[in-house]
Structures are given as structure tokens and as C-alpha cells.
């Protein structure tokens, strides 16, 4: 595993709406370069102290591959817009919403974020991931 050449998606495991869209990506994607870690992980309380921009966070952020500057993480709006690039056409299309100013966006996000527990309650039990998503998930 290196997490260094990967970007990272780090989600709520307690969220359902957040494990949903995490098993959405593993059926949807082509690239299977993308790593996953839940909020609640060592490696996700890591990230989160050294990027004081992720205080208050509990959703959704993704985590750029490190480059020589060390590591870009996108919060709110923008990681799941990065999310949908990710996943190419047509998802990608998603990205047209760059067009409005970030604040609304960002507003959008935590009015559906502040309401996803209920709407979607929490993450299913039930769902185990396989041996190769087991793999892609970021736990230390």
C-alpha cells in the first residue's frame, strides 16, 4: 500500500449515506486507484490533526496524493466534485456546478450533510466489504 501515489477518500463509517456513496465508487470506478479511510480510523485522526481545515468535518474529504509540497485535501463541495471527476463521464458532468460560487455549494453540502443521519440512517452492518475492497481500505 502506498499512500503516497494514492488519493485518499475519507469518510463517516458510521453514516450510511457515507458508505453508500464509498460502495457506489468500488462499482463505478475504472481507474481502482483510489483509496478509502473511515473518519473514525488512525489514519484518518492523523490526517485530520495535521490539516487543521478539516476541524468540524464529518463526512466527506479527499486527500490528494502527496507531492513535493506534502498533501491538498478538499472538504465539502469540492471533494465530492473531485469525487465525480474521479469517476469520469458521465459523473464528471457533475463538475458544470463549479460554476456557482462555493458558498453556496458549501451551503448545499451541509444542509444535506446536518440531515444525512436521518435520511439514511447508519451504515449497514450487514455490508462487508470483499477481500479486494478490504484491501483499498486505508486502516492504520
Known amino acids: 500500500m502506498d499512500l503516497q501515489r494514492n488519493d485518499i477518500l475519507l469518510f463517516d463509517g458510521d453514516c450510511g449515506l457515507c458508505t453508500r456513496i464509498v460502495q457506489?465508487?468500488?462499482r463505478l470506478e475504472r481507474k481502482e486507484t483510489l483509496w478509502f479511510a473511515s473518519l473514525q480510523s488512525p489514519f484518518a485522526r492523523r490526517v485530520?490533526?495535521?490539516?487543521?481545515?478539516?476541524?468540524?468535518?464529518?463526512?466527506?474529504?479527499?486527500?490528494?496524493?502527496?507531492?513535493?509540497?506534502?498533501?491538498?485535501?478538499?472538504?465539502?463541495?469540492?471533494?465530492i466534485l473531485r469525487l465525480a471527476r474521479y469517476l469520469g463521464f458521465p459523473w464528471s458532468l457533475i463538475g458544470a456546478a463549479r460554476l456557482i460560487p462555493r458558498r453556496f455549494r458549501d451551503r448545499l453540502y451541509d444542509w444535506i450533510a446536518r440531515r444525512r443521519h436521518r435520511w439514511f440512517g447508519p451504515a449497514s452492518v450487514c455490508s462487508f466489504p470483499t477481500p479486494e475492497e478490504r484491501k483499498r481500505m486505508v486502516e492504520a
Open 48 to 79: 485530520l490533526q495535521q490539516h487543521r481545515e478539516l476541524q468540524g468535518i464529518d463526512s466527506v474529504a479527499w486527500v490528494e496524493a502527496a507531492d513535493p509540497s506534502g498533501r491538498t485535501v478538499l472538504v465539502r463541495s469540492d471533494a
Open 24 to 26: 457506489l465508487v468500488l
